[in-house]
């Protein structure tokens, strides 16, 4: 007999990471959400998005293993950040 493992179900998640205002400093803000490390995690591209009035948000993309990360746990550690983060958006959630 052959048996394989089953693939293990990823997921492609592109978040846009929203400051409080202009002079949120975006490198810290960026660096504070990568040190977020979880097993089944892997951060990818990232760049800033304009939104309104001069702000720009983080977008940011990763690939998650399904069965070890929720996006309520990653939203959660994300607005930890409270003197950098306002809030996130999921712009875009894929299975791969």
Not at 2 to 10: E, M, T
Not at 36 to 52: A, K
């Amino acid at each position: 007999m052959n048996s394989k493992p089953a693939p293990i179900a990823k997921s492609e998640i592109v978040l846009d990471v929203k400051p409080w205002d202009d002079e949120t400093d975006m490198e810290e803000l960026e660096k504070n959400v990568r040190s977020i490390e979880l097993d089944g995690l892997l951060w990818g591209t990232s760049r800033l998005e304009p939104v309104v009035y001069g702000i720009s948000a983080l977008r940011i993309t990763c690939v998650v293993e399904d069965d070890k990360v929720g996006m309520d746990d990653l939203e959660e550690r994300i607005t930890a950040f409270e003197e950098f983060v306002q809030s996130v958006d999921t712009v875009v959630f894929q299975r791969i």
